[in-house]
């Protein structure tokens, strides 16, 4: 089992940067990948970006360039800095980590871009 907390979504305006932040705890050396998704209201959750235990990263098309997905020295912590953040970057983030063919789920963390 694994427990993810996510941390610093909020309220950035248009054009502005977000640093948020996903702890991991339990079976962390079990972790294959991390990574973020985002559900925004009335639409289906969708990624963000992933990360895999080697540091291999992928990224969804529409924040390639904009968002960067790191891993903590410890390998469980996951970041994720977003620039240049555009109204239809609001959504809830998840943070996500996958073991052994399992997904587990962070609460996750809002964020809200003003225009």
């Known amino acids: 089992q694994v427990q993810l907390v996510e941390s610093g979504g909020g309220l950035v305006q248009a054009g502005g940067s977000l640093r948020l932040s996903c702890a991991a705890s339990g079976r962390t050396e079990s972790i294959n990948a991390m990574g973020w998704y985002r559900q925004a209201p009335g639409k289906q959750r969708e990624l963000v970006a992933v990360i895999s235990s080697g540091g291999g990263t992928k990224y969804a098309d529409s924040e390639q360039g904009r968002f960067t997905i790191s891993r903590g020295n410890a390998g469980n912590t996951v970041f994720l800095q977003m620039n240049s953040l555009k109204p239809e970057d609001t959504a809830v983030y998840y943070c996500?980590?996958?073991?052994?063919?399992?997904?587990?789920w962070g609460l996750g963390t809002l964020v809200t871009v003003s225009s």
């Open positions: 996500n980590a996958n073991l052994f063919g399992m997904d587990f």
